[in-house]
């Protein structure tokens, strides 16, 4: 079955780029996206196709997806963007998530 | 503005079936673009997809949980409804319904979640 990999763990401080990955085989062959999940809450869409940010999610989080590693960047990091992330793909009618990645700003 | 509500029993007993119901509204179920997916997170630990299902009926199922899992739509409801049987306490979770766009793969829209607990 297919996988995705991504760091248990990122910390960042305020104001800097804050990088996180997601890793799976030709994981560029496919779409990738990124969810970023608060405490008690659900999780939100933050990258949709790689590079697509929804509306209402602020610019400074940016997608990119090659080879078998698609990257999900925050700029100028802010303390609300502590969270857990999520990267997702779709592959063959099959949903998988990655195991998600704690991004401390501290 | 799209909503979904996931409703059912939040305790359920070991070896009985778990039932939830997801109900959209503000949308429709019926339309070509959207799969409706559920999924659930056990407390403390991450996304586990469980499946999806077209208006049509079409479905598509996580193979771990493949011969536990049915789920259905009711388009004249406008619901679509999450059966997992033979639970145990793993299946204690938070489960999510959420609306998936079928070309691309992501999931937009999600409920608020509820949280099921497996316990005698």
């Known amino acids: 079955s297919y996988e995705l990999t991504q760091p248990p763990s990122v910390s960042v401080s305020p104001g800097q780029t804050a990088s996180i990955t997601c890793s799976g085989d030709?994981?560029?062959?496919?779409?990738a996206c990124w969810y970023q999940q608060k405490p008690g809450q659900s999780p939100v869409l933050v990258i949709y196709?790689?590079?697509q940010r929804p509306s209402g999610i602020p610019e400074r989080f940016s997608g990119s997806n090659s080879g078998n590693t698609a990257t999900l960047t925050i700029s100028g990091t802010q303390a609300m963007d502590e969270a857990d992330y999520y990267c997702q793909a779709w592959d063959t009618s099959t949903v998988v998530f990655g195991g998600g990645t704690k991004l401390t700003v501290l | 503005q799209l909503q979904l509500q996931e409703s059912g029993p939040g305790l359920v007993k070991p070896s009985e079936t778990l039932s939830l119901t997801c109900t959209v509204s503000g949308g429709s179920i019926s339309s070509s673009t959207y799969y409706w997916g559920w999924i659930r997170q056990p407390p403390g630990k991450g996304l586990e997809w469980i499946g999806s299902i077209y208006y049509s009926g079409s479905t598509y199922y996580n193979p771990s949980l493949r011969i536990r899992v049915t789920v259905s739509v009711d388009t004249s409801k406008n619901q679509f409804s999450l059966k997992l049987s033979s639970v145990t306490a793993a299946d204690t979770s938070v489960y999510y319904c959420a609306r998936h766009v079928a070309t691309s793969g992501y999931y937009d829209y999600w409920g608020q979640g509820t949280l099921v607990t497996v316990s005698s």
């Open positions: 030709k994981l560029g062959d496919k779409y």
């Open positions: 196709q790689d590079n």
